[in-house]
């Protein structure tokens, strides 16, 4: 059977290619995965979606055993260090170093409770760059062996100007970044653009002894360490979000070609679009900071969070609206009244295959599923989406119930409560249409309700 031809955008050449693995027997991806030192924000869960989808699109066409997916751990950071010192100082017994791990393994404890929640698989490997410090050290005296980093002060810095290709990826000339960025200015610094390979730790924070003295890597290497370690000095796909696409994945580039000349680090560079909330860009100052946790604890479900997603190409900006999540919910549980009890095709439809071919088309593959009156073929093409899967299900799972002579008496209670302005009795039936796990929605146009996940019909009985 033909293989279909997938299609990507690749950042590296500004335009979308045929995709042709190295080795079609090891089709190879790497994601830069999170640092820990918090909870997921709805952003850091966009690019995990999307390579999720290619991941699956990967497996479905070279098959499960021939594609690689490696998503790193960042637990050494600055971040994570003041998380742990605001520990020490609240009057944790733990010496800091104790209070760092604990700290980073309850929040990858977090991120795979979070990931699980929005139907990502789990990637082949997910290494730890505390694990990898050797290999990063290697790779940093290798680096100046060939003339591309020196040490100063205790620091390695990489020296830009000795990669002739710097830029590539951003577009953009080294003169042209040192005049409109803000280049960190040092005194060891060769040039305003070199970048730290290695920086000195004080004697209270995390360091690992080196040739340089103790101290702990810079966060560039660290992905560069552990794509060479787990993937090769080439692979087919490197993603990520697309901030992080300057400064980097052009420094990762850089330092692992310099590292490694033999090979060409990624072939294709795949970067997602920056996520907004109701049109805006999302920010704790405006109040619309979300982490998907917060989403999940609101009631929203983890695989309507990922439908809504899937409604925008990875490539355009995401705008995630509340009724954007009341639609998705809807679509969802009408299609899982429909595939229920029912066993998947052993066949994904064409036309979806074919719109995730072409750049993880995912909106025109919900659009496929739109059309499909075959509930075992919804189920099997809704799979590759990462949709409908049995796992996922339990929130749709409520009974249907006909509340609507409950709505009308909410609408009533509160038609009169605006001429009274007593709103007690609003309250107190909301408060009980609560408790027995109905969602309310009040809003200008009327009153609707909703069963929920716990919805207990027995505890309406006398409302």
């Not at 393994?105 to 977090?110: F, L, N, Q």
């Not at 990489?158 to 042209?176: E, I, M, P, T």
């Not at 490197?238 to 300057?246: M, N, R």
């Not at 009408?334 to 998947?344: G, H, I, N």
Request: net charge negative; with cysteine; aromatic share 8%.
């Amino acid at each position: 059977m033909t293989k279909p031809v997938i299609r990507l955008h690749n950042s590296k050449t500004r335009r979308k290619e045929d995709f042709a693995p190295i080795d079609d027997q090891n089709v190879r991806l790497y994601l830069c995965g999170p640092t820990v030192y918090d909870r997921a924000h709805l952003g850091n869960a966009r690019p995990v979606v999307v390579i999720d989808v290619l991941y699956r699109l990967l497996r479905h066409v070279y098959g499960a055993d021939h594609v690689t997916y490696v998503r790193n751990f960042t637990d050494v950071d600055d971040k994570i260090n003041a998380a742990a010192q605001a520990r020490k100082e609240a009057g944790a017994i733990e010496t800091l170093e104790e209070l760092i791990r604990q700290r980073t393994e309850e929040t990858i404890g977090w991120y795979h409770a979070d990931m699980d929640a929005l139907g990502a698989l789990r990637p082949t490997h997910e290494p730890r760059a505390t694990d990898f410090i050797g290999a990063m050290i290697s790779m940093i005296e290798d680096l100046i062996a060939k003339g591309h980093a020196y040490a100063k002060e205790g620091h390695v810095l990489f020296r830009v100007r000795s990669y002739k290709d710097y830029g590539a990826l951003s577009g953009r000339s080294v003169d042209d970044m040192i005049a409109g960025a803000r280049v960190e200015v040092a005194p060891f610094k060769e040039d305003p653009m070199d970048f730290v390979l290695w920086k000195p730790s004080a004697d209270d924070l995390p360091g690992w002894e080196s040739p340089w003295g103790r101290g702990r890597p810079g966060w560039h290497i660290e992905c560069s360490a552990m794509s060479y370690e787990l993937l090769g000095a080439s692979f087919d796909i490197h993603a990520g979000g697309i901030d992080l696409q300057f400064p980097h994945h052009e420094n990762e580039i850089a330092q692992s070609c310099c590292a490694h000349p033999e090979g060409g680090f990624a072939n294709v560079w795949l970067h997602n679009e920056m996520l907004q909330v109701e049109g805006k860009k999302m920010s704790k100052s405006l109040g619309n900071f979300f982490t998907v946790r917060d989403l999940l604890d609101q009631g929203i479900p983890g695989e309507v969070i990922r439908f809504v997603f899937l409604q925008t190409h990875y490539g355009k900006p995401m705008d995630w609206t509340a009724e954007k999540a009341r639609q998705a919910e809807a679509t969802l549980r009408k299609w899982r009244a429909l595939v229920a009890d029912v066993e998947a095709a052993p066949s994904v439809a064409p036309e979806v295959i074919a719109a995730l071919s072409d750049d993880l088309n995912t909106a025109g593959a919900i659009a496929a599923l739109h059309q499909m009156t075959d509930p075992a073929l919804l189920k099997a093409s809704a799979a590759l989406l990462g949709l409908l899967e049995d796992g996922l299900g339990d929130w749709a799972s409520a009974p249907e119930a006909d509340l609507s002579d409950l709505a009308a008496k909410l609408a009533d209670l509160r038609a009169t409560a605006m001429e009274t302005k007593d709103f007690a009795p609003v309250d107190a039936l909301k408060t009980a249409l609560l408790a027995a796990g109905v969602e309310v929605r009040m809003s200008k146009a009327g009153v609707e309700l909703l069963p929920g996940a716990g919805f207990d019909a027995a505890k309406l009985e006398g409302l």
